[in-house]
């Protein structure tokens, strides 16, 4: 069964950093890419980045371009979101959740409906 636990969320101030831990089990990342969304109150869920099955490609959603790293560790069956400079606005729960790469397409989506399984979120805090 697969199941992805989040962590290292927490309250940051403004143009601070935190990396985001995303841990899988029940599954190994080599068939399956891993996406990060955000939810902040009253907003819908949005994309932030993801990682394809092979892991050569990322995407990020404009918003944190140039500011937060995907990035994974593949013996360890983790995916890290580096998040730089930090700003008010990124404060939300963020989830990272997976989709399986069925046909070997390699891609790196931002929709959350291509992604089946999901982590419990956790909280980042940003505040000037």
């Known amino acids: 069964q697969l199941h992805l636990v989040e962590s290292g969320g927490g309250l940051v101030q403004t143009g601070g950093s935190l990396r985001l831990s995303c841990a899988a089990s029940g599954f190994t990342l080599d068939y399956y890419a891993i996406g990060w969304f955000r939810q902040a109150p009253g907003k819908e869920r949005e994309g932030v980045s993801c990682i394809s099955s092979s892991g050569s490609i990322t995407n990020y959603a404009d918003s944190v371009k140039g500011r937060f790293t995907i990035s994974r560790d593949t013996p360890k069956n983790t995916v890290y979101l580096q998040m730089n400079s930090l700003k008010d606005e990124d404060t939300a729960v963020y989830y990272c959740?997976?989709?399986?790469?069925?046909?070997?397409?390699?891609?790196?989506?931002?929709?959350?409906?291509?992604?089946?399984?999901w982590g419990q979120g956790t909280q980042v805090t940003v505040s000037s």
């Open positions: 959740a997976a989709a399986p790469d069925y046909y070997g397409d390699d891609e790196a989506s931002l929709t959350s409906t291509d992604f089946g399984s």
